[in-house]
């Protein structure tokens, strides 16, 4: 076996916008660092809205088994770009705190046109949590 019999297609280009794999980093606390990852396969970019993804979160969330401790919690009402494979991630652990302009609102747009792609990485939170540990970004879980 050589070298050129490997597949050098970049991972976020490997597969189409129409079947795409998405992780979903579902967060609890921010001060405490509580997240899930949901990660969700064969999601279509093209078709799939910020709203229809947010609902197929909550939906997970709802039925799957090992989210009961995140079905007390209220917060799933906003979606922000984490980062796109083979992107810089930043250096907080639970969200990155600069990029605004990547905050998903408009429940209408298409993922595509987002500008999300196979592999991506979106967080999914309460805003008004995530807007009070902007102004304050302390951890509390040492």
Known sequence: MSLTDFDDTLTNLSLPKTSATLTLRVIKSFEFRTERSLVLHAVNLEKTTVGQLKDIAR???????????????????TLKLYTKA??????NLIINLDHDEWILDDDAKTLAECGLENESEVSFFNREAYTKFQANPETRWE
């Open 86 to 91: 083979h992107g810089a991630k930043t250096t």
């Open 59 to 77: 939906e997970a969330i709802r039925t799957q088994p090992g989210w009961k401790p995140y079905r007390t919690a209220s917060f799933a009402d």
